[in-house]
């Protein structure tokens, strides 16, 4: 990575290219300094040094060094070169503890911080975050490999939880009951938990955990989080900001690390509540082990989420929305379309539409200008998608569109799958019930609504689904029956934005574990727990079992209470 006075200088340049691929005006640039641009932006994102940096952790406000074994130290590449771009400690335990002595301490006066004083350290986050939105976009292209425009999309989506985060107060409002019995009131109120954790995934490395603290620490409680080992830098980057805008030391630690460093926040006894994004299996392990020690725990796994195609769907419409979400991203999102169910079956017209559509998209590394699809995040995870693939025509499939063998010529290197369509494609094959996270769109066949109802529900996961269609009836009745936390009509991707209201991430069966989803109104419960009290305030007696009816402070001066 390019630092100093030549990193700024690389960086506005990429911050130019980034504005002009997202497609506006050029007008003002000539076709020269426009490549210039571009070459000095690709070499800053392709620059390699001999010695990569070492990442540090984020302990008590600052970035400090690990004081683990170089050994154990992981390297973090940029998918579409190789380059290793920093080598991330695995925290020690020592290190841990301290980090969780840190956050224990600074709960003590966080939480009695007043709200308005929370909330404005949350006015000033989203304005520095909006200010650094570029600088963050492209550490995340560089380190996740997603284009330039999908990692500014990521850091947005966080930047709604912060906003939302800002108006916390009215969030925590408790309830009052005057006289529940004579002279007795009762109330309840909204206290945070303590020390929180949160567990991250590779996949949105700025939005994840913008999912996490920001609701957290806003309802005054402190946290402890590890980013991604693949991706860690955004999550760093998001930390010494949150320092910038006045969070208090300790407040927001962040550690770094593998299996032992998350077990060791499932284990503690000072965290009292664990969030984490992950894999079917992660998200079982973190449930299982963090609720037998009596955390509480939202997870977020798995899902295969699916598209239903009726009949009378606007063509285009429906053909639009399933290449932007099959592929966009590189399939590597949980809420990527990867099932399109097409009732009545799929028509030439629609095969042919998907096909071209999907050819037409721009495969590369994500920092080029016009980028769609950019690497995935491993050589593993490349593997792991091909090998599925391949298993699709052995078990009755037909690959209609194979991006296997895609060449990126100015990065041979690059962990590279063009968009693939699978189609006769049944409930029984490996490309159906493996959640791929590449970008692969496999397609079924059915005979109608309820059929394509039944599929969905017969699936283990339920995290999102969509259905295409022109008719307002058809739309209902899909919403009222299937078995899915969360349904477009006409919008593949239906997440809620966090910024237009109380609504959650609202996976359900298989694709979550827990009872409170993230941020919205039930991310605030999930990080704060009710306190009931009831008080009775009665007049004293005078000493002979009678009571002293006078009004204190108004004796003598003619006032009498009323008789009763």
């Not at 189609?423 to 059929?451: A, K, Q, R, W």
Request: proline fraction near 6%.
């Amino acid at each position: 990575m390019v630092g100093g006075s030549q990193g700024q200088s690389a960086l506005v340049l990429a911050a130019s290219l980034m504005r002009r691929q997202w497609g506006q005006s050029r007008r003002h640039t000539s076709s020269y300094e426009y490549q210039n641009m571009v070459d000095v932006a690709r070499r800053f994102f392709t620059s390699t040094t001999s010695a990569p940096r070492v990442e540090n952790l984020f302990i008590d406000g600052l970035a400090v060094p690990s004081k683990s074994k170089p050994e154990t130290h992981i390297p973090v590449y940029n998918p579409a070169t190789q380059e290793v771009l920093s080598m991330l400690p695995e925290t020690t335990m020592d290190e841990f503890h301290a980090a969780v002595e840190s956050s224990k301490k600074a709960f003590t006066t966080w939480s009695t911080t007043p709200v308005p004083q929370r909330a404005r350290v949350m006015l000033k986050y989203q304005e520095l975050i909006r200010r650094d939105m570029d600088k963050l976009a492209m550490n995340i292209t560089q380190e996740q490999g997603k284009t330039l425009e999908d990692a500014r999309g990521d850091v947005f989506r966080g930047l709604e939880v912060v906003e939302y985060s800002c108006g916390i107060a009215t969030q925590l409002l408790g309830q009052v009951q005057e006289n529940v019995a004579q002279g007795i009131d009762t109330m309840s109120i909204r206290q945070p938990l303590g020390v929180t954790a949160g567990i991250c995934p590779f996949n949105f490395p700025a939005m994840v955990p913008l999912w996490m603290f920001p609701v957290s620490i806003a309802a005054g409680n402190t946290m402890i989080l590890k980013p991604s080992e693949h991706d860690p830098g955004a999550c760093m980057m998001l930390a010494e900001l949150a320092t910038e805008a006045g969070l208090p030391p300790g407040v927001l630690n962040i550690v770094h690390g593998r299996h032992d460093v998350v077990n060791a926040i499932l284990d503690h006894p000072d965290i009292k509540s664990v969030s984490f994004v992950g894999s079917n299996s992660g998200g079982k392990h973190v449930y299982s082990r963090a609720s037998a020690h009596g955390k509480r725990v939202q997870a977020n796994t798995g899902a295969k989420n699916h598209a239903v195609i009726m009949p009378d769907a606007d063509i285009d419409q429906a053909v639009n929305a399933l290449v932007g979400a099959a592929f966009g991203a590189a399939g590597q999102r949980c809420m990527a379309v990867s099932v399109a169910v097409c009732v009545g079956g799929m028509t030439d017209e629609f095969r042919k539409a998907l096909v071209e559509r999907a050819k037409g998209l721009k495969v590369t590394a994500g920092w080029e200008p016009g980028a769609q699809v950019g690497p995935l995040i491993s050589k593993e995870s490349k593997q792991r998608v091909c090998r599925i693939i391949e298993t699709a025509p052995k078990q009755g499939g037909n690959v209609i569109l194979d991006g296997r063998d895609i060449v990126v010529e100015q990065y041979p290197h690059g962990n590279f799958v063009g968009p693939t369509i699978i189609t006769n494609v049944d409930s029984s094959m490996e490309c159906y019930n493996e959640e791929i996270f590449g970008p692969v769109l496999v397609c079924m066949n059915v005979d109608s609504l309820d059929e394509a109802i039944s599929v969905i529900n017969a699936n283990e996961h339920g995290n999102g689904t969509a259905i295409f269609t022109s008719s307002g009836a058809i739309a209902r009745q899909f919403q009222t029956k299937v078995d899915v936390g969360m349904v477009g009509i006409n919008v593949p991707i239906p997440v809620p934005a966090a910024s237009s209201g109380e609504f959650s991430f609202t996976g359900w069966r298989g694709s979550f574990y827990g009872d409170l989803n993230m941020y919205g109104k039930m991310g605030v419960e999930f990080f704060t727990r009710t306190k009931t009290i009831t008080s009775s305030w009665k007049l004293p007696s005078d000493g002979q079992g009678k009571k002293n009816t006078a009004l204190p402070g108004l004796s003598g001066v003619g006032a009498s209470p009323p008789s009763s």
